[in-house]
């Protein structure tokens, strides 16, 4: 009874525990709006449904998330918990959730995106608010309330409300610096920025800054072109073209005076700049004068009209070209015919020759005289020059020479023969042509004192061409004409073949001729022959003729195997014939001589046969005899007692049976035997 008991007590506690369960049915995040205007609040709810076996308080732990970063953590035994950014900020934006845990159990809310919508207002301040011209404005746009990556808009607001802009990128910063140069014309600059943004959430563009005022101040005036002229000014007359300006303050500026790009005179220091001189056609034009202080730079422009004092001289000759020893005429003349200092000048030099104090001029020419000559006029200390006028005098050429460029007059077919034509004397231009027989090969104009170089190919075989060359030159009776040259054309050697007589054997101790024909060439022509790998040729002659023939007497084995021909003419061309293989045979009284020791040795060998073939007929005679004696003396006495020695000596023919212990009846036997033959 008291185990039972004890064991109660032991499972209540157990089973209160087993009273006290829970399960998180749901957990959801809520906004009053996803999207929030700049400088609003968010105000994340978090709220936690949960069913429970009894009435118990519970501690929830709430955790905030943003893109899945701890964003904040509470605990609190409300079934809901409140987060709250503000200022709301576009990096505010993004994907929030939260979670709660409670009594071991947890649970998540579903993603809930918030936007930002907007940026906050930059701000913008200026390095120096007041800047000298030729200076840069030096400005820092912030967004201190933001995160990067930003783009900045920096504008410079000029007077007629145009933007000049300028962007910059900042990945890391939420500030960005820029340089605006200060430009000419520039009094009060205004400035303001942009800052937008672009990220996964989407793109932002924030409100214009503050305006920033940078004033300018001018360190010189406009500068002002003036000329201290008479208001007509004519050539002759004395010009003073003056430019100043008004500094701000000491400083070390640079004035220039130009006309059209050249510059006339320049100063550095002063505040003022003249430009003097006596008035010519030349200085008719627009003049400029500059103002320079570092990246300042300031102009101003005046035209200046000068008129003519008196018109430009013109020369007039009698002939440009002309030939030695011929009259020339030269003439000056100005319009409207006013009192001037006149001159006649030839050049070079550079400075000019003067040839005569007057309006005219008569020479016999020589070709030094060839040159440009000017009329110069002077009235009042203008001077004036014509037009220059080229005057050629011409020599007439010499005897040309025609020459081969490499020395000799022997071409190759097929090769490019290169001859020069040249007049030793002579007034260039020089045209040269050149002839080959009556044919106009080519014409070259030569401008200066060396030779025409002319190439002809040789395609044609003909043993001998003519050339000669022409020259002349504008010379009224100059053309003359080289002496004629020969030029000798060589056809290599071609075709070669190469064969014996008798062809490819010979006897032995016997003649071989050889025979090595070209089918063309020049001749002569060197025809040499070789016996292969041997260095030395065996025959070497140059003949006036396309074939060569060569007889090597006594031929022996030694001299058989490959042989060859080789050709070369004046075209330092050698061609080789395929290899001969000429063999060594026997002579004929070799042969017979062989033929007669055969037959020699047949003869005795046949003789040889012969004897001992009748030795052994002789042989087989003399027993045939003795056998029939035999048998005769056998039938008349049968008792003869010689025979048996008798028998021992007889050569037993064919059949014969030998019986030791009856030899007589072996006798008798072939007694009747022989008697049987008989009869048959």
Same mark, same amino acid.
């Given at each position: ?168 990128? !900042? ?8 340089? %605006? ?14 800052? =937008? ?23 010189? #005036?406009?500068?002002?072109? =003036? &000329? ?15 430019? =100043? ?46 103002? !320079? ?5 300031? =102009? ?57 104090? &007057? &309006? ?24 004036? $020059? ?60 030569? %401008?200066?004192?060396?030779?025409? $170089? ?66 063309? +060439? ?19 002659? #140059? ?10 007497? &006594? ?36 042969? +017979? ?61 064919? +059949? ?25």
């Amino acid at each position: 009874m008291y185990f039972a008991v004890l064991m109660i007590l032991l499972h209540c506690p157990s089973l209160k525990a087993q009273d006290n369960v829970i399960t998180i049915n749901k957990v959801e995040l809520t906004v009053p709006s996803p999207k929030v205007k700049n400088g609003k609040s968010i105000e994340l709810t978090c709220i936690v449904d949960i069913s429970k076996s009894a009435s118990f308080q519970i501690q929830h732990a709430f955790s905030f998330y943003k893109d899945d970063s701890p964003l904040y953590n509470t605990t609190s035994e409300q079934d809901r918990a409140r987060y709250k950014i503000f200022p709301a900020r576009f990096a505010d934006s993004g994907s929030y959730k939260c979670s709660v845990e409670a009594s071991g159990k947890s649970k998540s809310s579903n993603d809930l995106v918030v936007q930002v919508k907007g940026l906050s207002q930059p701000k913008l301040t200026a390095l120096k608010t007041e800047v000298t011209e030729g200076e840069v404005v030096t400005l820092r746009c912030e967004e201190p309330e933001e995160k990067p990556p930003f783009i900045f808009l920096f504008n410079k607001i000029s007077p007629n409300q145009q933007l000049q802009a300028k962007k910059k990128q !900042e990945l890391k910063e939420n500030f960005a610096s820029v340089d %605006f140069p200060v430009e000419e014309g520039d009094r009060i600059l205004r400035f303001h920025c942009i800052v =937008t943004v672009n990220s996964a959430v989407g793109f932002e563009k924030s409100e214009a800054s503050n305006i920033t005022l940078v004033t300018v101040v001018e360190p010189f #005036s406009h500068p002002k072109l =003036t &000329s201290k002229s008479p208001w007509n000014v004519t050539e002759g007359d004395r010009i003073d073209i003056v430019c =100043t300006t008004i500094l701000a303050r000491k400083y070390e500026i640079e004035i220039l005076i130009q006309k059209d790009r050249r510059i006339l005179n320049s100063t550095r220091g002063q505040n003022s700049l003249t430009y003097s001189a006596i008035a010519t056609m030349e200085d008719n034009g627009n003049y400029t004068c500059k103002v !320079e202080l570092g990246r300042v730079s300031k =102009t101003t422009s005046m035209n200046l009209v000068v008129e003519e004092l008196f018109a430009k001289p013109i020369l007039t000759p009698s002939l440009t070209d002309l030939d030695e020893n011929q009259r020339l005429s030269l003439w000056c003349h100005i319009n409207g015919s006013p009192k001037a200092n006149v001159s006649i000048i030839k050049r070079p030099p550079k400075n000019g020759t003067l040839l005569k104090t &007057s &309006s005219n001029f008569t020479i016999q020419v020589q070709v030094n005289d060839t040159g440009s000559y000017v009329c110069r006029a002077e009235i009042k200390g203008i001077i004036k $020059e014509s037009n220059p006028v080229q005057i050629t005098v011409y020599a007439p050429v010499s005897e040309p020479v025609l020459s081969v460029a490499n020395l000799s007059t022997e071409m190759v077919l097929g090769e490019t023969l290169m001859l020069r034509c040249q007049s030793m004397s002579g007034t260039p231009p020089i045209n040269y042509t050149l002839f080959r027989g009556n044919r106009l090969i080519h014409t070259i104009t030569v %401008f200066n004192n060396t030779y025409a $170089e002319f190439r002809d190919k040789q395609t044609k075989l003909n043993n001998l061409r003519e050339y000669r060359c022409e020259a002349s030159n504008r010379h009224a009776y100059a053309k003359r004409s080289s002496y004629k040259m020969n030029i000798t054309v060589i056809a290599p050697v071609r075709n070669i073949s190469f064969g014996s007589l008798p062809h490819g054997e010979v006897e032995d101790g016997g003649n071989i001729n050889f025979l090595c024909i070209v089918g063309e +060439g020049s001749l002569p022509i060197n025809f040499r022959i070789f016996k292969e790998n041997d260095q030395k040729p065996l025959f070497n002659e #140059s003949k006036m003729e396309t074939r060569v023939l060569w007889q090597k007497e &006594s031929f022996s084995k030694q001299d058989a195997g490959k042989y060859f021909c080789e050709a070369s003419n004046r075209a330092r061309a050698t061609v080789r014939s395929n290899l001969l293989t000429v063999k060594v045979i026997l002579a004929s009284w070799q042969k +017979g001589f062989i033929a007669l020791f055969v037959l020699a040795v047949i003869a005795i060998a046949a003789s040889g046969f012969w004897w001992y073939w009748h030795k052994k007929e002789k042989g087989k005679h003399p027993s045939m005899e003795m056998s029939g004696s035999t048998a005769a003396t056998n039938s008349t006495s049968e008792k003869q007692a010689s025979g048996q020695n008798h028998y021992t000596e007889f050569y037993p023919g064919p +059949g014969y049976i030998e019986d030791s212990e009856n030899p007589v009846k072996s006798a008798d036997e072939n007694k009747d035997s022989g008697e049987n033959r008989h009869s048959v």
